[in-house]
């Protein structure tokens, strides 16, 4: 059955019957990796879920933001650029907030 094991030395997460024999980041040894406890490996889990989740959201963000540029710039009347620029501004704050909670995932070791 496959764990999760850290690096005590740099944070890293293995996957795998067991700990590696060195770090694939810092290539600290074999015994300074801990394994996780179930509650601990299910955290990292659905976080690597969520963070996922935010990525996309951000990606989404974006392309909103770049459609909105568009309509922007085609400027067929004001009530419709007002509603453009509108979303893009709603956009930014969407990624930032996604950007800041994968911030906070990485912050507390989910990721």
């Given at each position: 059955?496959?764990?999760?094991?850290?690096?005590?030395?740099?944070?890293?997460?293995?996957?795998?019957?067991?700990?590696?024999?060195?770090?694939?980041?810092?290539?600290?040894?074999?015994?300074?990796?801990?394994?996780?406890?179930?509650?601990?490996?299910?955290?990292?889990?659905?976080?690597?879920?969520?963070?996922?989740?935010?990525?996309?959201?951000?990606?989404?963000?974006?392309?909103?933001?770049?459609?909105?540029?568009?309509?922007?710039?085609?400027d067929l009347d004001p009530p419709c650029v007002a509603l453009f620029k509108n979303a893009k501004d709603e956009a930014w704050v969407i990624k930032?907030?996604?950007?800041?909670?994968?911030?906070?995932?990485?912050?507390?070791?989910?990721?």
């Open positions: 059955m496959k764990k999760l094991f850290k690096c005590g030395v740099c944070g890293y997460l293995h996957e795998g019957v067991e700990a590696p024999d060195k770090c694939p980041k810092c290539g600290a040894p074999k015994e300074k990796f801990t394994e996780l406890s179930e509650a601990d490996a299910k955290k990292v889990y659905d976080s690597d879920r969520t963070n996922s989740i935010h990525m996309e959201l951000v990606s989404l963000a974006e392309a909103i933001a770049d459609l909105c540029e568009e309509g922007i710039e085609i930032q907030r996604s950007k800041a909670e994968i911030a906070s995932h990485v912050g507390k070791g989910k990721w």
